[in-house]
């Protein structure tokens, strides 16, 4: 069942007769109209999700839509598919509008596809990617290996410190942190802010001039406001090397080898004893209207 939420407005008489087709769609405009309030919103369900999909290629309805003369509804790209001839009736589709059934899709709303982990939002039906980035419910998986656990990012900390706590490595924002250099040959290593419960991945990879290293902050792309960056410092008994590297943000770690956002660990470094020391700094987007 999918809920949605629809702006009142009374059917004209022509378009009742447009919806003639569908009864159950008749049933939610004279819902709809009950209200005597011009600017109420009035919620109503759908127990067929169906009703909002073209009946030819079964995808979502998109603007514009068309109906033959018996009313038999098709999307613009069907209607071209199908050489303008209904697959129901046979009479010509695709130069009469539906425009009832276009004024639902404009209005129409439907639950965020992450309510399941706690995201209470209603988006357009017409274009939910537009919440997508937004949404700081978007499931986000343990990067554990071997673990297949997903949810919100709050409840994925949870569970991290849960069920993986002997294996994380605690860090506090802007402190240093002395790392065991053996820890970059190894695949991943998990790091955990005291405080907050973030979790930053170090991940290294092997190449021909060194490791590659990359940090990776665990948490949905709307935790993109929050701005991560790491400052690693290697040292040798000869020399030092400092670099800066942003912390990207993603919701499932990857073993594909970066292509950016990474910093090198040469070989000629490592050959010898080395330290190495990281700190990881947060700071916020801050705008400014003039």
Same mark, same amino acid.
């Not at 090397?241 to 770690?253: A, D, N, P, R």
């Not at 990881?280 to 705008?287: D, K, V």
């Given at each position: 069942m999918r809920n949605l939420s629809l702006a009142r407005e009374q059917p004209s008489v022509q378009e009742e007769a447009t919806l003639g087709h569908d009864k159950r769609f008749i049933k939610i405009a004279e819902e709809a109209a009950d209200s005597t309030r011009e600017d109420s919103n009035v919620s109503v369900y759908l127990l067929d999700k169906d009703l909002l999909e073209c009946p030819t290629c079964c995808?979502?309805?998109?603007?514009?839509?068309?109906?033959?003369?018996?009313?038999?509804?098709?999307?613009?790209?069907?209607?071209?598919?199908?050489?303008?001839?209904?697959?129901?009736?046979?009479?010509?589709?695709?130069?009469?509008?539906c425009r009832a059934?276009?004024?639902?899709?404009?209005?129409?709303?439907?639950s965020c596809p992450n309510a399941k982990y706690g995201c209470k939002e209603n988006v357009s039906y017409q274009n939910p990617s537009s919440h997508d980035k937004q949404c700081g419910f978007a499931p986000c998986s343990c990067p554990v290996r071997d673990c297949n656990y997903t949810g919100s990012h709050k409840d994925l900390k949870n569970h991290v410190n849960v069920e993986h706590k002997e294996g994380l490595?605690?860090?506090?924002?802007?402190?240093?942190?002395?790392?065991?250099? *053996?820890?970059?040959?190894?695949?991943? *290593?998990?790091?955990?802010?005291e405080k907050d419960g973030d979790l930053i991945v170090i991940q290294g990879f092997e190449g021909t001039d060194g490791i590659f290293v990359t940090l990776s902050c665990i948490a949905p792309l709307a935790n993109e406001k929050v701005i991560l960056s790491c400052s690693?410092?290697?040292?040798?008994?000869?020399?030092?090397?400092k670099q800066e590297v942003t912390v990207k943000t993603i919701?499932?770690?990857?073993?594909?080898?970066?292509?950016?956002?990474?910093?090198?660990?040469?070989?000629?470094?490592?050959?010898?004893?080395?330290?190495?020391?990281i700190s990881i700094s947060r700071c916020w987007f801050t705008y400014f209207i003039a």
């Amino acid at each position: 069942m999918r809920n949605l939420s629809l702006a009142r407005e009374q059917p004209s008489v022509q378009e009742e007769a447009t919806l003639g087709h569908d009864k159950r769609f008749i049933k939610i405009a004279e819902e709809a109209a009950d209200s005597t309030r011009e600017d109420s919103n009035v919620s109503v369900y759908l127990l067929d999700k169906d009703l909002l999909e073209c009946p030819t290629c079964c995808e979502p309805l998109t603007i514009p839509i068309y109906q033959c003369i018996n009313g038999h509804i098709a999307c613009s790209l069907c209607c071209k598919r199908v050489n303008n001839i209904c697959p129901s009736c046979k009479f010509r589709v695709g130069y009469i509008r539906c425009r009832a059934m276009e004024k639902v899709i404009e209005e129409a709303r439907v639950s965020c596809p992450n309510a399941k982990y706690g995201c209470k939002e209603n988006v357009s039906y017409q274009n939910p990617s537009s919440h997508d980035k937004q949404c700081g419910f978007a499931p986000c998986s343990c990067p554990v290996r071997d673990c297949n656990y997903t949810g919100s990012h709050k409840d994925l900390k949870n569970h991290v410190n849960v069920e993986h706590k002997e294996g994380l490595v605690l860090f506090k924002w802007n402190t240093p942190l002395c790392i065991e250099p *053996t820890l970059l040959s190894e695949e991943m *290593t998990i790091l955990r802010e005291e405080k907050d419960g973030d979790l930053i991945v170090i991940q290294g990879f092997e190449g021909t001039d060194g490791i590659f290293v990359t940090l990776s902050c665990i948490a949905p792309l709307a935790n993109e406001k929050v701005i991560l960056s790491c400052s690693l410092e290697l040292r040798t008994l000869r020399s030092t090397l400092k670099q800066e590297v942003t912390v990207k943000t993603i919701q499932k770690t990857s073993e594909e080898e970066p292509e950016e956002d990474f910093v090198l660990v040469p070989s000629y470094m490592r050959n010898g004893t080395y330290f190495l020391e990281i700190s990881i700094s947060r700071c916020w987007f801050t705008y400014f209207i003039a």
